[in-house]
């Protein structure tokens, strides 16, 4: 864990274990690193990174300060208070100077409370949330098994953390953007069903 967290923050990518797969990630703060991370899996850098926090004390370093006049925040909220930590990633209004590589089209963000112990200790010990796309060259299939990890990807990363515990593979993660008037569109149908966001009073909608 030492190590991981000294090659974080010396600016540097690392591979670690989630609740589903391993990640490569980076300090969000760190844009080279970040641009690392896209290099070394082969991944478009249209494409926004998403974010793990260690603790819910980590989300103003990448939620804006001002998204409490957004008109999904009342829905976000919910969704941090019924299924954080877990595999739901929300996309929020991102904080000011978040580098390139972490934001969509509308200066988004998308980002999850890890329950995977060793990640969030990873982000606590590095004071960061992190980047945590799956530790994979992009078109092969995500890994949970550290013996099955691509070379390609732990030769390019600073850092491999094995798992304790594992990741369970399975699905990534669930990915939603909440909207006004209780609603929120589903960008991804993940780890999380569908049905239990359903169920506590969220309208989903998945065309758009």
């Not at 990518?13 to 070394?40: D, H, K, M, Q």
């Not at 112990?117 to 890994?143: F, H, I, W």
């Amino acid at each position: 864990m030492d190590r991981a967290v000294q090659a974080l923050v010396g600016g540097g990518c690392v591979v670690y274990p989630t609740e589903t797969f391993y990640a490569l990630g980076a300090l969000v703060g760190s844009p080279s690193a970040l641009a690392r991370v896209n290099t070394i899996k082969g991944r478009p850098r249209s494409k926004p990174l998403p974010v793990i926090v260690g603790g819910m004390e980590q989300l103003g370093q990448v939620m804006s300060a001002d998204a409490a006049s957004w008109p999904g925040y009342a829905v976000a909220m919910l969704l941090m208070e019924r299924f954080w930590p877990g595999p739901l990633s929300i996309i929020v209004p991102a904080a000011k100077g978040l580098p390139p590589q972490l934001l969509d089209g509308r200066g988004s963000v998308s980002v999850r409370f890890t329950p995977h112990s060793q990640a969030q200790e990873l982000c606590l010990k590095a004071g960061s949330p992190l980047a945590a796309t799956s530790a994979n060259v992009s078109g092969e299939p995500s890994v949970s098994d550290v013996g099955r990890l691509s070379p390609a990807v732990c030769l390019g990363a600073d850092y491999v953390l094995a798992g304790d515990p594992a990741p369970a593979g399975g699905l990534a993660s669930t990915v939603v953007r909440p909207l006004a008037n209780g609603e929120a569109y589903v960008y991804r149908v993940g780890a999380l069903p569908l049905e239990e966001i359903e169920r506590v009073g969220v309208i989903l909608r998945r065309e758009e």
